[in-house]
């Protein structure tokens, strides 16, 4: 089986109802092992069998079911795409709010002109107002009634169903009691008209679409300020010569100059010169960073002070930038576990409002004393105009697409909406220590040597066999070496076992680098340094041992700094109620000797990656629920397995995999951003679905006439379609809040 996903867009989904009706259409699809239907992104996301389905029929699947889709179309940078995306957004704005004018116009027009004209014009007034509003229907509201034939032909219905219904059956009656009055008036009831109720009403509903539309595109005004981010021009090195040309053209190994006051055009490596880089929309951090010879500068950040040139890098769409916009777009596209709950209501609930209408028409035409057709036929139109699920649709995800809008801001990238409401329901929190909670550049403080060795040979010999590790502690060791003006060769042979250590042979000599139990398993006594390591391994360093031919020669110590704002952050995940745990590989004294210097009670030390693992394990079997913090590549397998991974990132690695969500800063405080972000956008949804809901349990009734015998109150079609369209802007703006939140 070859599982492959494929985004692609669909357009003409208006409500719940529809965006229900085109995942379940391509779920049954033969192939399809999961389909999210996005109605605020008009998306589809299908993972499927690439042998047993293709993406063209997938898009067949769509149109079948009576809604329109096509394959995205090639293009080779997804910053392009999105600006694509964002045209396309103010495109269907435009038009909507141009309709929306119109038809309101016409409809001031067709209020005003019965009352202008004298009673002997009513008929030849009526005759004009027929024609104005053929003219809007065919027009401004063609899309309603194409997309109702369309549904009705694949046996379903949806928001247009509701609307066309209301406003065709409007016109209808208002044709019949124009062309032949006698019908109503034979059987004493008024040849009344509902012309201008039509016209209304649709100028109503699009200025409420128009209105949405609007919303839609402040719910990803983060994404659009982050795909402005990229210059259209990039200064070259060619020849002898500095050109600009546009990003397009810019490819890897050029060398390309920036100077104070510009964005830096492609992700690159310096060069030459020094400055201070702003890189706060990507990664949240106010304060400008130092960049000189060797450091990595990324696109789309600006240049503060000097200027520089760089090597370019990583280019289009596998540029930071670029990363970061298509994990935003596809966590902008992907749905929260709670949108099921308003899937479920909207596959019924059309029908159900269809039902409903017709037993309002009945139990009026039977009770009403007066004009009963007329009575029973608007509050019946009422009923259908009002019961519109559009605000049910649109509860989740604007908040989904809103949150990780406002967690990009911060530098957090949340990869969707499974991701975004787990992380609210985080009890326990597990923080690796290397890189999480200390800088991650660890640095040799003390050399101790068994007696009669030169502690010079000793730093050579384990600096050589470290050259080959990965692990950030061999980094310290090699830069102490070169720091003591010895010159680092390359060992004849290298091995290292993960969480251990590592063995060679350097200038043959047979030498060990690790820990006590590294040690241990060559038969190394470490007992005549052990007093040494216990006191360095009290201040909160990293004991490392060093042994050659077989016999231990010294003990190193390497400190790793604690970040400064790691006290503050788990002060603030435990002021949250979570249970905040350190893991580590490294000895027990180093690991409480840090946890105790930031506030951390509960230590796990000396364990491996699989004894991460077998942590969060535990913990979830006791009813847990575990996010893991580490940086998104020695702990994979806990990333993996917790609840909910969360990465620390340094702006160049953005889409570690394993990892639900980026931290993008470094910075221990953006877990708690994170989790409280989670709480406030879970708070928002339910709002929004709670709010939706009611809408829907008390307009309904009230639209039906359930206040009428008491009160004398019934709700007209006109304030019907208004109630309608100001439920949906409700809930998107209820969620455009989310934009503002204060996080601590």
Known sequence: MSQT???????????????????????????????????????????????????????QVVTDAGYDAALPAPTENVLDEQTAREAAQRAEFVTLRTKAVVSGIAGALAMALPMALPMQWMRASN????????????????????????????????????????????????????????????????????????????ALILTGNALEARAKGQTTAALKALVDLQPAVARVRRGDAEVELPVGLVMAGDLVTVRPGERIPVDGTVESGESAV??????????????????????GTINRTGAFRFRATTLGSASVLAQIVRLMRDAQGSRAPIQALADRISAVFVPTVLALALLTFGVWYVAADTAPLVRAFAVAVAVLIIACPCAMGLAVPTAVMVATGRGAQLGILIKGGEALQRAGTVTAILLDKTGTI???????????TVDGLDRQRVLALAAALEADSEHPLADAVVGAAREAGIEVTLAESFASVTGRGVHGVVHGAAVLVGNAAWLGDWSVPVGPLDADAARLAAQGKTVVYVAIDGALAAVLAIADPIKPSSAAAVAGLRDLGLDVVMVTGDTPATAHAIAASVGIAHVVAGVLPDGKVA??????????????????INDAPALAKADVGMAIGTGTDIAAEAADVVLMRGDLAQVAQAIALSRRTMRTMRQNLFWAFVYNVVTIPVAAGVLYPAFGLLLSPVLASAAMALSSVSVVGNSLRLRRAALR
């Open 438 to 448: 200390t800088e991650g550049r660890p640095t040799v403080t003390d050399v101790i």
């Open 127 to 202: 005759v004009g107002l027929l024609v104005l509003t053929a003219a809007v229907m065919l027009w401004a509201g063609r899309h309603f009634y194409t997309r109702a034939w369309a549904a009705l032909r694949h046996g379903a219905s949806d928001m247009n169903t509701l609307v066309a219904l209301g406003t065709g059956s409007a016109f209808v009656y208002s044709v019949v009691a124009t062309v032949a009055p006698t019908l109503f008036t034979d059987h004493g009831m008024p040849a009344d008209v509902y012309y201008e109720a039509v016209i209304v009403i649709i």
């Open 5 to 59: 996903t494929l985004q692609f867009p669909v357009t003409g989904m208006t409500c719940a109802a529809c965006q229900a009706r085109v995942q379940r259409a391509l779920q049954r699809a033969p192939g399809v092992t999961d389909a999210t239907v996005n109605l605020m992104m008009h998306s589809a996301t299908v993972t499927y069998d690439a042998d047993a389905v293709s993406p063209e029929r997938l898009v």
């Open 278 to 299: 702003d890189e706060s929309m990507l990664t949240g951090e106010a304060a400008p960073v130092a960049k000189r010879a060797g450091d990595r500068v990324i696109g």
């Open 615 to 632: 942590e969060i394990s535990r913990r979830q079997a006791e009813g847990a629920v575990v996010a893991m913090v580490g940086d998104g």
